[in-house]
């Protein structure tokens, strides 16, 4: 039941269910038809956009893959509504500016970063992703379910020094 639920919830899974309804129908009102119904199921099938195919195209990541290493100087920082949007549970955030152009990195391990390196607006930085580790969240209807946080490190390339007794310690 949970396979048809989640096939229901990907783009064009209403389509999938329905086509593939219509071929059970089909399948018991004439056998003989087995090999051609098989082949639409195979053009269905390919036709349809897979979820990594999709995040590609939306700019997304891949999960599987180590990610590139991103790098600017940081403008903010600190915990806020997942992608500032009222209502999204709280998560931690690193605001990076490189050349013109501002990108915002989301994770709770970002925090721990910020902590170990004393990282602070203007700081010069390059954060990397190693790679996704699975852990089991609490939903809004209490029930856990497994998510994946990513886990990053950072490279200090520059530090901004904001009180002049700091500076010259």
Not at 27 to 49: A, C, R
Request: with cysteine.
């Amino acid at each position: 039941m949970s396979a048809i639920r989640s096939i229901y919830k990907m783009p064009y899974g209403r389509l999938v269910l329905a086509i593939i309804g219509l071929e059970l129908i089909t399948l018991l009102l004439d056998p003989e038809l087995v090999v051609f119904q098989l082949i639409l199921l195979l053009i269905v099938y390919l036709i349809i956009p897979s979820k990594s195919a999709n995040r590609r195209k939306s700019g997304q990541r891949s999960a599987d893959k180590e990610e590139t290493p991103t790098g600017g100087e940081i403008v903010d920082l600190g915990q806020a509504p997942y992608q500032h949007q009222p209502g999204n549970r709280a998560s931690y955030f690193i605001t990076l500016r490189q050349r013109d152009q501002e990108h915002t990195l989301w994770g709770v391990d970002l925090a721990r970063v910020v902590e170990e390196h004393a990282l602070t607006s203007g700081d010069c930085v390059t954060l990397t992703c190693l790679g996704r580790q699975p852990v089991k969240v609490k939903d809004r209807n209490g029930r856990f379910k497994q998510m994946h946080r990513n886990t990053w490190t950072a490279t200090v390339h520059s530090r901004c020094y904001q009180d002049p007794a700091a500076h010259a310690a």
